[in-house]
């Protein structure tokens, strides 16, 4: 399928509408390891993925055109950019999560890195879904505050990540993005989803210290409509354990 016949924002809002979770498999280009790529899009597959995300916060290497096409060769899945610079902008993905990180208050990631990639991004067919970034204090710091030089949100201070949230929607991001960090200690508080989810209109995504499957479907329970997993599937790709569906995800719990 072409990337202009996609349409993946209105499938995230068609899928929250009808109370239908979504999963995306987050990939860092840096972290592939070429010889063992076939075995790993094999292992998406058979995953109960919707979707595959693509980017870090230190990507140094220069294949994301060579990987996503060769993801596309064997997986039907989208591929959405999540980047953490406009390096990172490739035209052979299928949309790409144009983030701005609003629990920080550094320019670069506010604004600045969107300007620079807004020429670029004008010029492709990628999908662009403006997303507001929400860094979630996680019990060490990752990368992204590393990188970006911003703190997280407290964990605790439920009232700021619930206003931050707010304030992204009413600017006119399409979706809101609350994370723990490439490798937290801790996932984002189940209480702090729900609070948001109940009181924001647009899709909540959720990523970040999600180590087992419980912890994905506790995260739907909470209120995100896309969890978001990547660490815990770069250290076993067999994290789904025959778990091919999202139906047998929600499954686990119960």
């Given at each position: ?40 899009i094999l292992k998406i597959n058979q995953s109960p993925a919707s979707h595959i995300f693509i ?140 609070l948001i989810s109940k009181n924001i209109d647009i899709p909540l995504i959720v990523g970040g ?46």
């Open positions: 399928m072409e990337n202009k016949d996609r349409n993946i924002y209105n499938q995230i809002v068609q899928s929250k509408l009808e109370n239908r979770k979504l999963l995306a498999i987050l990939l860092d280009p840096d972290k592939i390891i070429w010889e063992n790529l076939d075995h790993l980017g870090g916060s230190l990507v140094e290497s220069n294949i994301i055109d060579e990987l996503i096409l060769k993801i596309k060769q064997n997986s039907p899945l989208p591929i959405v950019l999540f980047p953490g610079n406009p390096s990172q902008i490739s035209k052979e993905a299928d949309g790409i999560l144009f983030l701005s990180l609003l629990s920080g208050r550094n320019p670069d990631y506010l604004i600045e890195h969107q300007v620079k990639a807004a020429p670029i991004l004008k010029k492709s067919q990628i999908e662009i879904i403006s997303t507001g970034y929400i860094l979630i204090e996680s019990g060490k710091e990752t990368a992204v505050e590393r990188v970006s030089k911003t703190r997280p949100i407290d964990r605790n201070n439920f009232d700021l990540a619930l206003a931050t949230a707010q304030a992204g929607e009413m600017l006119g991001n399409k979706l809101i993005y609350l994370e723990a960090g490439s490798g937290a200690q801790k996932a984002v508080p189940l209480e702090m989803v729900a210290g999600i180590v087992d499957l419980s912890g994905i479907t506790n995260a739907y329970d909470a209120g995100a409509d896309l969890v978001v997993i990547g660490t815990a599937f770069e250290n076993d790709t067999n994290f789904f354990n025959g778990c091919t569906s999202l139906r047998e995800l929600a499954n686990v719990n119960s």
